[in-house]
C-alpha cells in the first residue's frame, strides 16, 4: 500500500512537471508574439504603412550619435521593389555608428537587413563596403549591397538572420565601413528586429551518427527559404513572423522536376501543436513536390535540388512534410540524401505524423568542409526499395537553409563575383535571402554556358572595341526604358573619334548593307536635335522624327552617352537589320558614327507604337479588326526571324513597344538590341544569360537560361491578351493574382470568365468563334514549358484562321484559301528574304526549305 502511495506520488510529479513545461512553452510562445517588434524605415522623417498594412516607424529614436549619420531618399524606383516603404529612404554612415534596442532576454530575434543599393544624391551606392555586427556576432564583413545585387540579379536585397536570446536584454546593431576602401561608407534602407520563440532544437549531424548540433545556441543565417511545389508566399501569409517564402523551381537539378500537387479542400491540414504552427504557415504544407506516378521511372532518378553557398560552415537543413494524399504506413517510404550522405534512410511522413494532414518538420546539420572547393549543398530524395512500399515515391513540402555562426562567432562570407553583362529580366520569384555568392544554380550555370557559347560574339564585340582604345566600365546605374527587376549596369566610357566613317565599325558590322550618314546630315534633317522633333525616349537614347534628301521623314535614333545598351545594341543592330529587309520589320536605312556619336536611321513610323494605340486616350481606339491585322503582321515579321532568314534570330524583346504601325497601319517589329542567334542544328537552345521585359519573360528561360524561339513565342502570347484585353502586362497596385496579365488571363479562361476582362472598347465587336480560336492560340503561347507551345509559323496560321472566322462571322468575303496561301508563301520565301548578294539568297532559299 505503501509502495503504491509512493508510485502515485511520483508519477504526479511528473505529470506535474510535464503540463508546467507545456504551460512554459505556451506562454513564451504567447509572450513572444506580444513582445515588442521593432519596424524601421530607416532615414523616413514620419511613420509610413505599405499597402497591407505594416506600419514602418523613423529609425532616428535608436540610432546611437546620430550625427555620424545621413538620410537621402533614392533618385529612382526600380519596379521589382515590392513597396517604396522602406527602400526608397536609406540611412548613410561615414564612420561607425550604432543602433541600440531593448530586447526581451527570453526570446531569438529575427534580424532583417533591407538594401536597397540605388542612386542616391550625393551617395555612389557601389563605394559602399561595410561590416555588421549585432550582439556579439559578425553578420557582414566588407559587404557590397551593390556588388550582391549585380550577382544575383536583383534590385533589392534582405539578409535575415535569427539572433540568440540577448542576456543583457540591449541588442547593439552596429554598422562600419570598410578601411579598406577609400571613401567607403555603409548604409541600410530598413531594419526588422521580430521576437520568435525557440524553433530550433538539437539536430543529427549528417554524416555522424552519435553527434548532434545544437542549434538553440547558434546564431543563424536563412540562405533559403522554399515553398516546395508551391507559389511565392509573402510575408504578409506568413505565421506570423513576416518570413517570405519562394518557388523552388529555380533550384531543381537537372531536367527531373518531379511532380507538384495541391490538397484538396476536403483534407483537414492542422499543426500538431501550439509550437509547430510558429515553424511553417499551413499554406506551405498544402502544396508539395513528388517524384510523379511512374514507379518505373522514379526508382531510376533522385528528386535534387541543388544549392551554391559558403563553404567552411555548418548548415541547419529544414525539411517540411505534410502527406494529404496518402493515409496509411508504408505507402510512400524514401530516403534523404544532403551531399551525397543518407540522412535518413526510410522517411515515412504518415508515420512521423501519425496521420493524415499533419505538418511535421525533420532538421538536419552537416558541414561544408572548404578544402573540396565544393561550395554546393544538395538535398535528394529517392524511394526506398526495402521497405517495400505501396509506391516507389518521395515527397516534399517546404526546405529551409540556415547557416551556422562559426567558433569565431562569424557568419560573414565573401561578396559574390558579379556576371559580366548587363541583366535585363523579370522574376516573379526574387531570392534575397540568397548568401552573397548567387544561390540560383540555374542562373550561375547559365551564365557559364552562356559565356561559353557566346565566346564568339566577345570576341566579335569585345575586341574591336579594346582595337579601338574603348574604355569598357562595369558598374555604374542608369534607369532603364524597360520595368526590369534584376538589372546590371553597364555604363560605357568616353569614345574616341571616328572623324573617317570608312574606319568605323558601321563597315566591320555589315555596315556596307546601309547607308553612311554625315554627323552634318543628322543635324540638318533633326534642326540640330532641337528637342521639338523628340518622338520618344528609349534606353539607347532619344528617338527624333527628321528628314533626309530634303523631304524624307525618318526615325533617327540617338545614343545617350550614358546608355546601358551603348556600343551593343548599335552593332546588333546595324549587324541584324542591314542584312534583313521585310514588310513587317523595321528597316534601317544608315547609320552615323561621328565625333562619339552613335546614331541609327530607320523609316518613318507615322502611327507609332501599337501600346500607343492600347493606351493612349488622346489616339483613337483601333477597332477589333485592325488589332488582329496588326498581330498577324507581327506574327508575320517574328516567323520570319526564326525561319526565313540565314539564320534562326531570336528577338528577346518581343513587347507592344517593339511593335510599330506606319501610316498604313502595317505592323513592324523593332529594336533588335537584345536580339540573339539561335541554336544551331544540332542544337536545342541556346544557353544565355537572361534579358527580356518585365511581364513578357519567358519562365523557363528565366528558370534555366536557356533560350530558344519559343522565349518569343510566350511573349507574342503575352502581347495578344494585351491586344485583347487592352491593360498592360504589369500592374504592380492590383491584386496579386491580377499583376501580371499572363497570370491573370490564365486565371480567367480557366474559370470560363475571360469575357469579363475584355477590353470594353472592341467586346461587342469580337464573334464568339473568333474569340475561342484566339484565345487558345494566346493560351498555348503562354504554356510554362517551351516545348509545349506553337512555333511562331503555327501561331500566324491561327490568327489567319481568327480573322477569317471574324470576317465570315461578319458576313464579309471570307479570305480565301488561295490568298492566305498566297500570303503565306509569297511573305515567308519572296520577300521577306534578306537582301544580299544573289548567292548569299540562293544558299538562304535551299537552308530554308530543309528546316521546312
Known sequence: MECNIITVFFWAIIYSCIVNRVHSQDNTNNSASNAQSFVLACGASS?????????????????????????????????????????????????ESMYKFFVSPMFRYWIRLHFYPSSYVVFDSSKAFFSVTAGGFTLLDNFSASITVEALTQAY??????????KSG???????????HNDSFAFVNGIEIIPVPEIFQPAPMVGFSDQQMETESCTMQTMFRLNIGGNHIPPSNDSGYGRTWYDDAPYIYGAAMGVTSEADKNVRIAHSS????????????????????????????????????????TYLVRLHFCEYQLSKVNQRVFAIFINNQTAFPEADVIAWGEGKGVPVHKDYAIHINGESGDDRLWVALHPNVTSKPEFYDAILNGLEIFKLNDIMQNLAGPNPMPLPLKLETMSTQRQPFSQSK????????????????GFGLMFGFIMPLICRKRRVDLGGSSTSRWPSIYRYSLSFGTRTSSKTIGSSRISSMGGHLCRHFTLAEIKLGTDNFNETNVIGVGGFGKVYKGYIDGSAAVAIKRANPSSEQGVHEFETEIDLLSKLRHRHLVSLIGACEENDEMILVYDYMANGTLREHLYNKNKPPLCWKQRLDICIGAARGLHYLHTGAKYTIIHRDVKTTNILLDERWVAKVSDFGLSKTGPSLDQTHVSTMVKGSFGYLDPEYFRRQRL????????????????????PAIIPTLPKDQVSLADWALINIRRKTLEEIIDPRIKGQITSDCLKHFTETAGKCLFDCSIDRPSMGSVLRHLEYSLQLQLDSDGAMAVSKQETDFNYAYYMHATLLSIQEEGEIYEESEEHGARR
Open 274 to 313: 501550439d509550437v509547430e504552427k510558429y515553424i511553417a504557415p499551413l499554406d506551405v504544407y498544402s502544396t508539395a513536390r513528388s517524384m510523379g506516378p511512374n514507379s518505373t521511372v522514379n526508382i531510376n532518378y533522385n528528386l535534387t535540388w541543388e544549392f551554391q553557398i559558403d563553404v567552411n560552415f
Open 438 to 453: 548567387s544561390k540560383n544554380h540555374g542562373i550561375i550555370i547559365g551564365s557559364v554556358l552562356g559565356v561559353i557559347a
Open 170 to 180: 540591449t541588442l547593439n546593431l552596429t554598422f562600419t565601413p570598410s578601411s579598406t
Open 157 to 166: 536585397i534582405i539578409r535575415e538572420f535569427a539572433m540568440i536570446p540577448i
Open 47 to 95: 511613420d509610413a504603412t505599405e499597402e497591407n498594412g505594416r506600419k514602418w516607424i523613423p529609425d532616428t529614436k535608436y540610432l546611437i550619435s546620430s550625427e555620424n549619420s545621413a538620410s537621402a531618399i533614392a533618385q529612382s524606383q526600380d519596379p521589382s521593389l515590392p513597396s517604396t516603404i522602406p527602400y526608397m529612404t536609406a540611412r548613410f554612415f561615414k564612420s
Open 708 to 727: 530558344t524561339e519559343k522565349s518569343d513565342v510566350y511573349s507574342f502570347g503575352v502581347v495578344l491578351f494585351e491586344v485583347l484585353c487592352g491593360r
